[in-house]
């Protein structure tokens, strides 16, 4: 059957791929915060693959089915896709992670992500197959709605919720199916229709998501207790939960920081929860009486060997760091954090129950980034705390292994020490697990990083306390001295806590622990990855559950990629080819490979720069796919061939990636505003000569079958590049992904095939 020809006008095409793809990438956004929420950070590696397998997936739908008499219109594949977005919110929280295992419901998650992606693709395949000489200006409004997607993700996710976003992705591609309806009279009902029903779902699952699909937390989730909530937020960082056990709450919350030995009050808590599995308790105001508990707690050590006058805590929360500062005697208590619904929640309706902890004259709280705000700081502080809010029961399975945090590493320990008084300390709280990977890591950190100062015995200035499963590294400039250490002796043996590692003395497990690897960098920034792959590939180490999960999915999307991406569509390929390799099929899979490569390259340097990666990966992906989708609309206008674009791609690569470290490292300590738009700039930059390319081997290799195969590889390409390359990222750091990235390109230009005559 002979392809049908696009409407004579296709600017309302244009506008319907622009929704389209709008909702698309607005949906990979919200599924990667409910997989974070309900299942943990490290699976939102499904999402990317699934929405990925989708894209590449509708370029085999539109070579396979298009062909037949009967299709389904582009406009019943916008509402298939809207139906099964809200499908897939319903069924994913309706599975109980716990009961029907992570594995399944995961995999259920996997397979209905990929169905509203690969409806969208396929309407957008079509009309490339349909009009490849308009490439350009398809593929610019496909890039140009992803875009915008991803800001309105990061804007809109506090006010409308993870379940709004469902309703305004369904919305969207409903307003998507109107705009690709044929302009009769007898269809304006149904485009009325239409609208009236995106509307109300997005309005529906605004104001009672909560109600209607609520999210189930998985396994290594501190939800699984069954606590009841009182308060539940979206944010762009992470759903925040607030939860209270009886009329006022239950002091076990903090027990663990407690001494075995404290037999006296403890006043009662409430237990605010970030992404339903890390957590921070809100103490309730209490007398000095009942404050006394915290004298006995792990978090009073770094006061027995620092003064008392100035104080930073990084990652206040609930603000129990705060408390016992104040309690301590210190006189100023400066806090930054990076979640704003957690400051409004201390300062609005939890500030009665704090005391008004965070109104205190004595408490300045900062809504930033801790980088950032190290870095620019002129002041010096006696301590500098960070205190744990990790799930053990997810760090003890290897959840966390492929999570970066910028916090826990050598560069970030060089900007802490140089923002200490003389006599002050660094106290990192960690979990102290067996073996104590962590704490050996961080101790690690510290040594690297006061080497790096120039101190010839760094042993004498780290010491490590244990608690339970709680360990504390305390780290200064200058080398603890015996009354120090007598010191913190004397409060350790008063509350049962123990010395790990005493610098009078140094040695032990922890240093060999420490010694054992290279500490974290902010190049591989990769903290809780603490098994080496040469002992997993050795069989002196289990696979850690995060790598499970990457390797997995490895394997999933590249069989599912195979078997109903690829092969359907090779066999026409290679006929339209004259049964020879089909052209286009080396850059197709340099250009999918190098253009995810850049992608997670670039999106790490930002996650740092910006301090927030919701608010990166908007910003990262939103000026990247607008300066491709710039660049694509012009690339019919500007008389450059697919070989020049691609060396111009390298180039522009090379150079960038290269450069923004140093300039980021420059301006870390700019405000945030600034440094926005320095990383809109960097990604714009990058994105432009990098839509130029993909078009124009649309245009040359022509045919529709042709073109089906060029997508479907390119798609195939990007799904094996987003797990390869996170691989490639944990073994040789995030330049070595970026030199692959500038490879892949270099590749598509040499294989760049010859424009048609």
């Given at each position: 059957?002979?392809?049908?020809?696009?409407?004579?006008?296709?600017?309302?095409?244009?506008?319907?791929?622009?929704?389209?793809?709008?909702?698309?990438?607005?949906?990979?956004?919200?599924?990667?915060?409910?997989?974070?929420?309900?299942?943990?950070?490290?699976?939102?590696?499904?999402?990317?693959?699934?929405?990925?397998?989708?894209?590449?997936?509708?370029?085999?739908?539109?070579?396979?089915?298009?062909?037949?008499?009967?299709?389904?219109?582009?406009?019943?594949?916008?509402?298939?896709?809207?139906?099964?977005?809200?499908?897939?919110?319903?069924?994913?929280?309706?599975?109980?992670?716990?009961?029907?295992?992570?594995?399944?419901?995961?995999?259920?998650?996997?397979?209905?992500?990929?169905?509203?992606?690969?409806?969208?693709?396929?309407?957008?395949?079509?009309?490339?197959?349909?009009?490849?000489?308009?490439?350009?200006?398809?593929?610019?409004?496909?890039?140009?709605?992803?875009?915008?997607?991803?800001?309105?993700?990061?804007?809109?996710?506090?006010?409308l919720g993870g379940q709004g976003l469902y309703g305004v992705v369904a919305g969207t591609a409903l307003l998507g199916a109107a705009a690709l309806l044929v302009p009769r009279p007898s269809r304006v009902p149904l485009r009325v229709g239409l609208l009236v029903v995106a509307i109300a779902t997005t309005a529906v699952l605004s104001i009672w998501g909560e109600t209607l699909a609520p999210p189930r937390p998985g396994?290594?989730?501190?939800?699984?207790?069954?606590?009841?909530?009182?308060?539940?937020?979206?944010?762009?960082?992470?759903?925040?939960?607030?939860?209270?056990?009886?009329?006022?709450?239950?002091?076990?919350?903090?027990?663990?920081?407690?001494?075995?030995?404290?037999?006296?009050?403890?006043?009662?808590?409430?237990?605010?929860?970030?992404?339903?599995?890390?957590?921070?308790?809100?103490?309730?105001?209490?007398?000095?009486?009942?404050?006394?508990?915290?004298?006995?707690?792990?978090?009073?050590?770094?006061?027995?060997?620092?003064?008392?006058?100035?104080?930073?805590?990084?990652?206040?929360?609930?603000?129990?760091?705060?408390?016992?500062?104040?309690?301590?005697?210190?006189?100023?208590?400066?806090?930054?954090?990076?979640?704003?619904?957690?400051?409004?929640?201390?300062?609005?309706?939890?500030?009665?129950?704090?005391?008004?902890?965070?109104?205190?004259?004595?408490?300045?709280?900062?809504?930033?980034?801790?980088?950032?705000?190290?870095?620019?700081?002129?002041?010096?502080?006696?301590?500098?705390?960070?205190?744990?809010?990790?799930?053990?029961?997810?760090?003890?399975?290897?959840?966390?292994?492929?999570?970066?945090?910028?916090?826990?590493?050598?560069?970030?320990?060089?900007?802490?020490?140089?923002?200490?008084?003389?006599?002050?300390?660094?106290?990192?709280?960690?979990?102290?697990?067996?073996?104590?990977?962590?704490?050996?890591?961080?101790?690690?950190?510290?040594?690297?990083?006061?080497?790096?100062?120039?101190?010839?015995?760094?042993?004498?200035?780290?010491?490590?306390?244990?608690?339970?499963?709680?360990?504390?590294?305390?780290?200064?400039?200058?080398?603890?001295?015996?009354?120090?250490?007598?010191?913190?002796?004397?409060?350790?043996?008063?509350?049962?806590?123990?010395?790990?590692?005493?610098?009078?003395?140094?040695?032990?497990?922890?240093?060999?622990?420490?010694?054992?690897?290279?500490?974290?960098?902010?190049?591989?920034?990769?903290?809780?990855?603490?098994?080496?792959?040469?002992?997993?590939?050795?069989?002196?180490?289990?696979?850690?559950?995060?790598?499970?999960?990457?390797?997995?999915?490895?394997?999933?999307?590249?069989?599912?990629?195979?078997?109903?991406?690829?092969?359907?569509?090779?066999?026409?390929?290679?006929?339209?080819?004259?049964?020879?390799?089909?052209?286009?099929?080396?850059?197709?899979?340099?250009?999918?490979?190098?253009?995810?490569?850049?992608?997670?390259?670039?999106?790490?340097?930002?996650?740092?720069?910006?301090?927030?990666?919701?608010?990166?990966?908007?910003?990262?992906?939103?000026?990247?796919?607008?300066?491709?989708?710039?660049?694509?609309?012009?690339?019919?206008?500007?008389?450059?061939?697919?070989?020049?674009?691609?060396?111009?791609?390298?180039?522009?690569?090379?150079?960038?990636?290269?450069?923004?470290?140093?300039?980021?490292?420059?301006?870390?300590?700019?405000?945030?505003?600034?440094?926005?738009?320095?990383?809109?700039?960097?990604?714009?930059?990058?994105?432009?000569?990098?839509?130029?390319?993909?078009?124009?081997?649309?245009?040359?290799?022509?045919?529709?079958?042709?073109?089906?195969?060029?997508?479907?590889?390119?798609?195939?390409?990007?799904?094996?590049?987003?797990?390869?390359?996170?691989?490639?990222?944990?073994?040789?750091?995030?330049?070595?992904?970026?030199?692959?990235?500038?490879?892949?390109?270099?590749?598509?230009?040499?294989?760049?095939?010859?424009?048609?005559?």
């Amino acid at each position: 059957m002979a392809l049908r020809p696009l409407h004579p006008s296709t600017t309302p095409l244009f506008v319907a791929i622009f929704f389209l793809s709008f909702g698309a990438l607005l949906f990979q956004f919200v599924q990667t915060r409910m997989f974070s929420a309900m299942l943990d950070y490290h699976l939102t590696f499904l999402v990317v693959s699934g929405a990925l397998l989708g894209v590449a997936g509708g370029g085999t739908a539109a070579a396979v089915m298009d062909v037949r008499a009967r299709r389904p219109s582009s406009a019943q594949l916008s509402i298939a896709g809207a139906v099964a977005t809200i499908v897939a919110l319903a069924i994913e929280t309706r599975i109980d992670p716990v009961s029907s295992g992570m594995f399944v419901a995961a995999g259920v998650a996997y397979v209905l992500g990929v169905i509203p992606v690969l409806c969208v693709s396929w309407v957008i395949v079509r009309a490339l197959r349909e009009a490849p000489e308009k490439s350009g200006l398809l593929y610019a409004s496909d890039l140009a709605g992803a875009a915008t997607g991803g800001v309105l993700g990061y804007l809109s996710i506090g006010t409308l919720g993870g379940q709004g976003l469902y309703g305004v992705v369904a919305g969207t591609a409903l307003l998507g199916a109107a705009a690709l309806l044929v302009p009769r009279p007898s269809r304006v009902p149904l485009r009325v229709g239409l609208l009236v029903v995106a509307i109300a779902t997005t309005a529906v699952l605004s104001i009672w998501g909560e109600t209607l699909a609520p999210p189930r937390p998985g396994p290594f989730k501190s939800d699984t207790m069954g606590v009841p909530h009182e308060f539940a937020r979206w944010d762009p960082l992470a759903r925040i939960d607030v939860a209270r056990i009886g009329d006022l709450g239950d002091p076990g919350h903090y027990a663990f920081l407690i001494g075995q030995g404290y037999a006296g009050p403890r006043p009662p808590a409430l237990m605010m929860t970030l992404d339903m599995g890390a957590f921070t308790p809100i103490v309730m105001h209490a007398t000095d009486a009942d404050l006394a508990v915290f004298d006995a707690s792990v978090l009073a050590a770094p006061y027995a060997v620092a003064p008392r006058d100035s104080v930073l805590i990084v990652g206040p929360g609930g603000g129990i760091d705060v408390l016992n500062a104040l309690r301590q005697g210190v006189k100023s208590v400066t806090a930054v954090e990076v979640n704003r619904t957690e400051v409004a929640l201390m300062r609005g309706p939890y500030s009665e129950y704090s005391g008004g902890l965070y109104l205190d004259p004595r408490v300045h709280i900062f809504e930033d980034e801790a980088r950032s705000f190290v870095r620019r700081s002129p002041e010096l502080y006696d301590v500098l705390a960070i205190t744990v809010v990790d799930s053990f029961a997810a760090l003890t399975a290897g959840a966390y292994a492929l999570t970066e945090n910028y916090l826990y590493t050598e560069e970030a320990m060089l900007d802490y020490l140089g923002h200490l008084t003389p006599d002050g300390v660094i106290a990192i709280t960690r979990w102290y697990r067996d073996p104590p990977a962590e704490i050996a890591r961080t101790v690690g950190i510290a040594d690297g990083a006061l080497r790096r100062l120039g101190n010839d015995h760094p042993e004498r200035s780290i010491a490590v306390l244990k608690h339970g499963l709680l360990g504390l590294v305390l780290t200064r400039n200058g080398p603890f001295t015996s009354l120090d250490m007598q010191r913190l002796r004397t409060f350790a043996d008063q509350r049962g806590f123990s010395i790990a590692l005493d610098p009078l003395a140094p040695g032990g497990q922890l240093v060999d622990l420490a010694s054992a690897e290279a500490p974290p960098t902010d190049d591989k920034p990769f903290f809780f990855d603490s098994v080496a792959v040469s002992d997993i590939l050795a069989g002196r180490a289990q696979l850690p559950y995060g790598y499970a999960v990457l390797l997995t999915t490895l394997v999933l999307s590249l069989t599912m990629a195979t078997v109903f991406v690829l092969i359907p569509v090779y066999r026409g390929a290679r006929r339209a080819a004259g049964n020879a390799l089909p052209p286009g099929t080396v850059v197709a899979l340099a250009l999918g490979i190098g253009f995810i490569a850049a992608e997670l390259v670039l999106l790490q340097r930002l996650t740092l720069y910006l301090g927030q990666p919701a608010l990166a990966l908007s910003i990262g992906l939103a000026a990247l796919l607008g300066g491709a989708a710039a660049g694509s609309a012009v690339s019919p206008r500007v008389p450059l061939g697919l070989r020049s674009s691609a060396v111009a791609s390298a180039v522009v690569l090379l150079l960038v990636l290269g450069g923004v470290p140093l300039v980021t490292s420059a301006t870390l300590a700019a405000p945030l505003e600034a440094r926005v738009v320095i990383a809109a700039l960097a990604a714009l930059i990058v994105g432009i000569p990098l839509g130029t390319i993909f078009p124009r081997l649309v245009a040359i290799v022509g045919q529709p079958a042709l073109v089906s195969w060029v997508w479907a590889v390119n798609g195939t390409a990007s799904v094996v590049g987003a797990t390869v390359g996170t691989i490639i990222a944990l073994v040789g750091g995030f330049t070595l992904l970026g030199l692959v990235a500038v490879v892949c390109y270099a590749v598509a230009a040499m294989f760049a095939p010859q424009p048609r005559t």
